[in-house]
């Protein structure tokens, strides 16, 4: 039998660079943390419906969902995104509002693999569910952005746009297909039947000729309330006092069906266009009331941790030093030290290693090297039977015999 491999779509996450997921997701927690927004772990799975709300006419809830039935015959779906979970956790516990959280969790959508596109990948998001005020969608967006300048990243594009009321929606809709229907024979191929069954989604196709038609269509800013417009303004006015630049883009409708008012996306210029929305995000004021809970106002993004990764590295920032140890400890003299030095060191709060299998200095050596410790604890025969350690510098090579029974403090003092 062939070795197994991970799932197409799907890929390990090891060390080192693991160590730049862990940083990357510390520095997420701090700063919403820091903003008043508490960690929410909802299960990887829910009940199908929870998913459906998303929109039926989405490709993700049509195409890219992993559906499954559980051995109780339960109709259930992994979690594609994080918004509709969050969602039915505010219905179900009733928190008082605004609820304001924040989750780095997997989302699974059965998508065509490609660069920057995961049939697995993962989300830093944020969602304040409970109040209308636009000074909070400013709170959201600010937040994302705030997020990328700490990684260093400089290329990124904040599009807003305002997708109106529920209301505004319908006959929007109704001047959008009678414009697309017109104009039909123009479309791309590939964008005809999407026009008739979703003529939203035909907004922003890539596609060169449906392009050329959709640069005069009926546009949504033009068609929404008074109500969404001085909503918008306000949003506009935040973004500019808090010296975050933005693009108004009216073609922004995003591949979800439960935004209304506010929508946003996030790219990175430094990327190829196939993966460059690093993240996006609006408001969904009527999902909660749509999965059964009381009408209740929401807003939030997700940002995808690959893509904010693969930006970061087009941009050369956010290096992390890889997890290295402060001390190793070398024993040639049975281990006993190894042992009981790393737990005492371990303990006393100092990052600590060690190898195992009775090896030679040599390759003793060669391993605190690689694990990049500042300082080895060397114990030999002779030191062992003195009851001392050898402490070498790995960076400067000056070393000196210290009473073993010293040896925690002074490596304190080597290291401060
Ligand atoms: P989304 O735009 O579908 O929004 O996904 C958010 C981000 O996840 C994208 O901008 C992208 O960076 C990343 N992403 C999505 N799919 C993939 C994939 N297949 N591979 C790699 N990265 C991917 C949402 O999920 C909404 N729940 C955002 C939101 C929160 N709206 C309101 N609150």
């Not at 998913?51 to 499954?68: A, H, N, P, S, W």
């Not at 025969?381 to 400067?396: A, I």
Request: one cysteine or more; glycine letters at 10%.
């Amino acid at each position: 039998m062939a070795s197994p491999k991970a799932p197409i779509g799907t890929r390990d996450i090891l060390p080192p660079e693991s160590s730049r997921w862990e940083a990357l997701i510390a520095t997420f927690a701090q700063l919403m943390g820091g903003a008043g927004y508490g960690l929410v772990q909802s299960p990887a799975f829910e009940d199908l419906s929870v998913f459906q709300r998303i929109g039926e006419g989405t490709d993700l809830v049509r195409k890219e969902m992993y559906e499954f039935e559980d051995k109780s015959g339960r109709h259930l779906a992994l979690r594609p995104e994080g918004t509709a979970s969050i969602a039915r956790a505010f219905i179900q516990h009733r928190p008082t509002t605004p609820w304001k959280v924040w989750y780095a969790a997997p989302s699974f959508r059965y998508e065509r693999p490609q660069a920057g596109r995961y049939r697995q990948h993962h989300q830093l998001g944020a969602e304040a569910v409970g109040s209308l005020d636009p000074d909070l969608d400013v709170e959201v967006i600010a937040l994302a952005w705030d997020l990328f300048a700490s990684l260093g990243l400089r290329r990124v594009v904040l599009l807003v746009n305002t997708m109106g009321d529920p209301g505004d929606r319908e006959p929007y809709m109704e001047r959008l297909s009678a414009y697309l229907e017109k104009h039909r024979g123009d479309l791309a191929d590939e964008d005809r039947k999407k026009a008739a069954e979703h003529p939203l989604r035909v907004l922003d196709s890539n596609r060169a000729a449906t392009r050329d038609v959709v640069r005069d269509a009926p546009r949504l800013p033009d068609h929404v309330s008074g109500d969404a417009v001085a909503h918008f303004e306000r949003v506009q006015a935040g973004l500019g006092a808090l010296e975050i630049p933005f693009v108004i883009e009216p073609l922004l409708v995003r591949g979800l069906d439960y935004y209304t008012r506010t929508t946003f996306e996030l790219q990175a210029s430094a990327l190829d266009t196939a993966q460059d929305a690093i993240g996006g995000g609006g408001r969904y004021d009527g999902l909660v009331e749509a999965l059964g809970g009381p009408p209740t106002p929401g807003i939030g993004f997700a940002l995808g941790i690959e893509r904010i990764l693969l930006a970061c590295n087009a941009e050369d920032t956010f290096g992390v030093s890889d997890t290295s140890v402060e001390v190793f400890v070398v024993d040639v003299a049975g281990g006993e030290s190894a042992r009981d030095l790393v737990a005492e060191l371990r303990r006393g709060g100092i990052a600590a290693d060690r190898a195992f299998d009775q090896r030679s200095m040599k390759a003793q050596m060669k391993s605190a090297d690689r694990a990049g410790a500042r300082l080895a604890l060397i114990v030999g025969p002779d030191e062992l039977s003195s009851g001392t350690v050898t402490v070498r510098d790995l960076e400067g090579g000056d070393q000196e015999v210290v009473a073993r029974a010293d040896a925690l403090d002074r490596v304190r003092k080597t290291l401060s």
